[in-house]
C-alpha cells in the first residue's frame, strides 16, 4: 500500500496555482495609498531629503496592519529635511479623496503654518479645483509641489530608459556656460511640468547633466536647462 | 411522401417538443460553476457550447486598450533563446499597467507612442524611443546606422523639451533662416510668411548661402584674407 502511495505522489503533477490566489484580497484603497506613500518617500529621498530605510522597505501587509489600526488620511503626512541643510524642512501630506477646494488648501496651511516649512508635497486623491490651485500659490510663500496618487503608483526615475540626472551647481552651470560660449535659452531644454523635472522637483534655470549609457543611446553626456 | 416517411417526420417534431432544460450558473470571486439540466435530451458536447459562450463572454476591458497578446520565449532548434513573456497591447494606458506593479515589471515597459512617452516618462525617455523607433525601421531591412545620426535627429525632435516632427513643420516653427526653410519644402508658403512678417536673414546657414550664390561660411569659406598692399620701398644700389 505504502509503495503504491509513493508511485502515486511520483504521478501526480504539482497543480499550478489558480488566478484566484494571486488576487489582492485587501482594500484597493490600502493598496494605492501605500504605493504612492512609497514612491513619495523615495523621491524625497532622491532629492537630498532624509527619509528612514524602513519607510522605505516597509511591505504591504505591514502597510494595512498600520493603517487598519485608525485609518484616517492625516497619519499619512510625514516631514523631514534635507541632509545637505537641516533648516529646510519639507512636508509631504495626503488630501482626502473628494475634490480639493479652497476650503481644502487653507485647511493644509494652517496645519502646516507653525512648521517653518521651505516646500511643500500635495498628493491628490482626486481633481483639484483651478480656484484652489491659484489658491496655492497665493497663500503659500514656497514652493508647493502637486501630484496625483495615481502617478505616483510606480517610480518613474527607475525606467530602463531614464539616463542619470545630475544637478550642475551655480559654479558648474557658469563653467559650462563659458566653455561652449552660450546663453542657458541656448542650451536643450527640459520643461517644468517634466515627469523627472516634476519628480526632482527641478526649478527653472536649472541646468542637468544627462548621462546617457545604453544600448540604444550609446555612452555619451548632454545638459538640458529647465524652462 | 409516403405514409413511413411521415410517422417519422411526426416523431421527430414530437421529440423536440418534449425537450426540458435548465440551464443556471453559480459564481464566487473568479470561480463560476454552470449547471445544465437535461431530461430526454440525446448527448450533447458541452465542449462546443463551453467555448462558444467563453469567447462571447465580457469579462474585463480596460480604456484605449483593444487587444492583449502574450509573447511567450521562441524556441530554435529545440533551444528556448533566454527572453521573459511579454504582454503586447493594441493601444496604450500605462495608467493600467501602473495598477497591476506586482504583477508585470513596469521598469521594462515600452510604447511606440512617443507622446505618451514623453507624459508619463519625460523628454528623456521619449527621446530614447524615437532612437529606438528609427533603429527598428532600419533594423528590419537589416541597415545599419551610426548611433550619432540616430543622436541628431533624437536631439532635434526634443531639444525644446517636448516633441516636434522633423518635418517642415517642425522646421517652421524654430528654423530663424527664411532661405534655409525655402530651399527645403514649400518655398512659396515660406517666402510669403517671411515678408508678411518681415524676417530677415542673416545667411549663416549653408542652404541660404548657396540660394544666394554666396560661399558657404564652412571650410575655407569660414574666414577671410587680407592683403597688405603698402609697397615696400625700392632698395637703394
Not at chain 1, 31 to 38: C, E, G, N, Q, S
Not at chain 1, 57 to 79: D, V
Not at chain 2, 78 to 105: C, M, R, S, W
Request: aromatic content about 8%; proline content about 4%.
Amino acid at each position: 500500500m505504502a509503495a503504491e502511495m509513493e508511485v502515486d505522489d511520483v504521478d501526480v503533477h504539482e497543480v499550478p496555482e489558480c488566478i484566484a490566489s494571486m488576487i489582492d484580497r485587501g482594500s484597493v484603497e490600502s493598496h494605492r495609498l501605500f504605493l504612492a506613500r512609497r514612491t513619495a518617500m523615495e523621491m524625497l529621498r532622491d532629492r537630498g531629503y532624509s527619509v528612514p530605510e524602513a519607510e522605505i522597505a516597509r511591505t504591504l501587509p505591514e502597510f494595512r496592519a498600520w493603517w487598519a489600526e485608525k485609518p484616517g488620511i492625516e497619519r499619512l503626512a510625514f516631514t523631514t529635511t534635507l541632509v545637505s541643510d537641516p533648516s529646510k524642512k519639507v512636508q509631504l501630506v495626503f488630501c482626502p479623496p473628494e475634490p480639493v477646494k479652497i476650503a481644502t488648501i487653507r485647511e493644509i496651511y494652517l496645519q502646516t503654518k507653525e512648521e517653518n516649512l521651505s516646500r511643500l508635497v500635495l498628493i491628490l486623491q482626486s481633481k483639484i479645483l483651478s480656484r484652489a490651485r491659484e489658491a496655492i500659490k497665493e497663500i503659500f510663500k514656497f514652493k508647493v509641489d502637486i501630484f496625483q496618487a495615481t502617478d505616483l503608483l510606480v517610480n518613474i526615475t527607475k525606467h530602463v530608459l531614464k539616463p542619470k540626472h545630475e544637478v550642475l551647481s551655480a559654479d558648474q552651470k557658469a563653467k559650462l556656460l563659458k566653455e561652449y560660449n552660450v546663453e542657458d535659452s541656448q542650451l536643450p531644454r527640459m520643461l517644468e511640468t517634466d515627469a523627472v523635472a516634476r519628480y526632482y522637483g527641478f526649478d527653472k534655470g536649472t541646468v542637468v547633466k544627462v548621462t546617457y549609457d545604453g544600448e540604444l543611446t550609446g555612452k555619451r553626456v548632454a545638459y538640458r536647462c529647465v524652462f | 411522401m409516403n405514409e413511413a416517411e411521415d410517422e417519422k417526420a411526426q416523431v421527430t417534431i414530437k421529440f423536440k417538443k418534449n425537450i426540458k432544460w435548465t440551464i443556471h450558473y453559480e459564481s464566487t470571486g473568479l470561480n463560476f460553476e454552470v449547471h445544465y439540466a437535461l431530461q430526454e435530451q440525446p448527448h450533447i458536447l458541452l465542449a462546443q457550447i463551453a467555448q462558444r459562450t467563453a469567447r462571447s463572454v465580457f469579462v474585463k476591458a480596460c480604456k484605449n486598450i483593444d487587444r492583449c497578446e502574450v509573447n511567450k520565449p521562441k524556441k530554435i532548434d529545440n533551444n528556448t533563446i533566454n527572453t521573459p513573456i511579454t504582454l503586447q497591447t493594441a493601444g496604450v494606458n500605462f495608467e493600467v499597467f501602473h495598477k497591476l506593479v506586482d504583477y508585470l515589471d513596469i521598469n521594462e515597459v515600452r510604447s511606440n507612442d512617443i507622446h505618451a512617452m514623453l507624459n508619463t516618462y519625460g523628454v528623456e525617455a521619449a527621446r530614447a524611443t524615437i532612437i529606438g523607433e528609427v533603429k527598428g525601421v532600419f533594423g528590419a531591412y537589416g541597415i545599419h546606422v551610426d548611433m550619432r545620426h540616430l543622436n541628431l535627429i533624437a536631439d532635434f525632435m526634443t531639444f525644446d523639451g517636448g516633441y516636434r516632427p522633423m518635418s517642415r513643420l517642425g522646421m517652421g516653427q524654430f528654423s530663424t533662416s527664411p532661405f534655409g526653410k525655402m530651399t527645403f519644402e514649400t518655398a512659396t508658403k515660406f517666402i510669403v510668411e517671411a515678408a508678411s512678417h518681415g524676417e530677415s536673414d542673416t545667411l549663416d546657414g549653408p542652404s541660404a548661402s548657396v540660394c544666394l550664390g554666396k560661399p558657404v561660411k564652412v571650410g575655407t569659406g569660414s574666414f577671410g584674407l587680407l592683403q597688405n598692399f603698402s609697397l615696400e620701398q625700392p632698395v637703394a644700389m
